[in-house]
């Protein structure tokens, strides 16, 4: 074969992108500057096994599917029911049971369209008041990791609301050793396909001879492709990764509807990640405006003094750090996501990554983002220059 298509950057979508082209009988090569592929999905090493980015999947998305037919999503964890016992809400200052009346009211509303055009705050208050409303921004503030998630379009706030907290089953899975053994197992797969990989291999100039998928982040794919359009709104958060010596007073999950905080167990469905005997969590809060990350990370802990109550005197681990600019894209009022960064760049070249323009929300957008990509790299490709699906050669 003669064509081949590059794809740069070795996270979760540059992963997808190499697979989904290998499996059509492309030629691949991926270039990642880092010295392992994984991107936010890496993952520290044992025995506390913490990630850089998110660490579980929703299954009620095409995104779910394509990894789930390969695999990659196998081996999955589930909290006990005494784990399910100790979640709770932080409002008014206090963690209780269930989220206030008004909040259960909207997520009841199943069926509900919100307008693309309103902010979330203003269209949510006139129906259940400025309080309900107020809190349910700061429950997708876990996914949007923004501190005015309110405003936000209506439309993106109240569909991310619906898929965390509607009246459905939920969707989030937890596999076992998080997205790390998702990686591994992608790449695997694509070694499997003939598909090469370099590593340590930072590109600064786009290649010649064949289609190019950039799989990087927003700012880097600005400098690369030299297009300073490329931009796009993304949160800015505070995190803590902390493990402590086990007690039942901690609780393994919160939404903090005053602040719009979060925390999770990372342990209760996956004794893996921590040795026996401790717990081991995931906190955020979002960085305010004119907040240094210092004085959000003191808010953080003064929600772990009432989620982990003692943790101080118990902490076996700890590991802050910010999260900005990678946090998947956020839509204003008037945009969706079709209007971020179009993924056919023309010439040959398509943008794969979480605030470009395809559905979903963080790390879904980079592989919806990346099938759509592969499936058109492949196609411009001459029919000559394809093997047989899934027969892709070496080098």
């Given amino acids: 074969m003669n064509t081949r298509i590059t794809v740069i950057g070795g996270g979760l979508g540059g992963l997808t992108a190499a697979i989904t082209a290998a499996e059509a009988g492309a030629q691949v090569v991926l270039h990642e500057a880092h010295a392992s592929v994984g991107g936010r999905g890496r993952a520290t090493e044992p ?31 589930w909290p006990r029911l005494r784990d399910w016992t100790r979640l709770g809400y932080r409002a008014g200052g206090r963690v209780r049971m269930a989220p206030p009346v008004g909040v259960l009211r909207a997520a009841a509303r199943a069926g509900l369209k919100a307008p693309v055009d309103a902010d979330f705050r203003s269209w949510a208050s006139a129906r259940w008041g400025e309080t309900a409303a107020e809190g349910m921004a700061n429950m ?29 089953l939920p969707a989030v899975r937890w596999v076992r050793g998080g997205w790390q053994r998702t990686i591994d197992r992608m790449a695997a797969r694509a070694a499997e396909l003939g598909v090469r990989i370099e590593t340590g291999s930072r590109v600064e100039e786009l290649p010649t001879g064949g289609p190019v998928i950039v799989a990087t982040d927003l700012h880097a794919a600005r400098t690369l492709l030299r297009d300073d359009t490329l931009t796009g709104i993304s949160g800015y958060a505070a995190l803590l990764d902390l493990a402590v010596s086990a007690d039942r007073r901690d609780r393994t999950l919160v939404f903090d509807l005053d602040e719009g905080a979060f925390h999770e167990s990372y342990s209760m469905q996956d004794d893996s990640v921590a040795p026996a005997g401790e717990s081991l969590y995931q906190l955020q809060i979002p960085v305010r405006a004119d907040e240094s990350p210092a004085d959000a990370q003191r808010r953080l802990e003064s929600f772990v003094d009432i ?26 009022p008037g ?39 592969a499936e058109r790299a492949v196609a411009s490709l001459p029919q000559s220059d394809r093997a047989p699906s899934g027969q892709q050669s070496g080098n």
Avoid at 155 to 161: H, K, Y
């Fill in 47 to 77: 025995p506390y096994v913490v990630h850089d980015g998110a660490h579980v999947f929703y299954a009620d998305g095409p995104h779910y599917a394509w990894l789930k037919r390969r695999g990659f999503v196998d081996d999955l964890g």
């Fill in 140 to 168: 997708v503030s876990v996914v949007t990791y923004d501190a005015d998630t309110g405003r936000l379009s209506a439309a993106f706030v109240w569909g991310l609301f619906q898929r965390i907290s509607g009246p459905h």
């Fill in 307 to 332: 989620v982990v109550p003692g943790w101080r005197d118990r902490t076996t681990f700890r590991r802050t750090a910010t999260a900005k600019g990678r946090t998947g894209a956020l839509d204003l």
């Fill in 335 to 373: 945009h969706t996501w079709r209007d971020r960064p179009a993924i056919d760049r023309g010439d040959g070249v398509y943008l794969v990554g979480d605030m470009v323009a395809a559905p979903g929300m963080r790390g879904e957008i980079a592989i919806n983002s990346a099938l759509i990509a």
